[in-house]
């Protein structure tokens, strides 16, 4: 690793643990009422509303929730994914469409989410709308996430053009410049509690 890489690392690592504890120091009220805001910001936006195959996440570490969307689209016959991570080194991840059939385990990190079922997976590139959780973004698209890569790999891989990608977050989750690396998938827009950001 050159010392710039090592810098870089360094920097984000500081910046990830300081994003990290702002959303955690959230109280279960202010996460509440942030879900409620995010609702109300995308629930209408034509993304949302002319997307037919969404995914989405479910929440954990204090990140913003996207519950009551989730609800929404299967309440409008939307199809709705979730990732799935391969916990191995270097690995991806893949997008599993869930219903009120859908077997749950937890993964290594100690996430909720669907037992693998290759049946009801579907290719990155054939979804209108993929929402990604964040730790840390900036006003032109730079996404710092958990550290694991999965999302960034995932999207590097794809060899079609990608579908729309929507970062969620909390507004103290804003910086004014991300330190962005060579790997970094940049966001078309985010939406936080408060505020809608076009990055293109």
């Known amino acids: 690793m050159t010392a710039l890489s090592s810098s870089l690392s360094a920097e984000r690592q500081s910046l990830r643990r300081l994003l990290r504890c702002k959303r955690r120091a959230l109280t ?53 994914y979730l990732p799935v991570v391969a916990c191995r080194a270097g690995g991806q991840m893949v997008f599993q469409r869930v219903d009120v059939a859908t077997r749950w385990g937890q993964n290594c990190f ?14 990155l590139w054939t979804l209108d709308l993929v929402c990604l959780p964040l730790v ?38 804003q910086v004014e410049r991300l330190p962005v690396a060579p790997w970094d998938m940049p966001l078309d827009a985010v939406v936080t509690d408060c505020s809608w950001h076009d990055c293109r």
Do not use: T
């Open 110 to 123: 100690g996430i909720v989410e669907p037992i693998p079922d290759h049946r009801q997976q579907r290719a």
């Open 28 to 80: 279960a009220a202010q996460q509440q009422q942030a879900a409620r805001n995010l609702y109300l910001q995308l629930a209408q936006h034509p993304w949302f509303r002319r997307a037919r195959h969404i995914a989405l996440y479910l929440a954990s570490d204090g990140e913003i929730s996207p519950h009551l969307l989730l609800r929404e689209a299967q309440r409008r016959k939307k199809h709705v």
């Open 136 to 173: 840390g973004f900036d006003a032109g698209g730079g996404r710092l996430g958990m550290g694991g890569g999965f999302y960034d790999r995932s999207l590097a891989a794809c060899s079609m053009p990608l579908p729309r990608l929507l970062g969620l977050a909390h507004a103290c989750q």
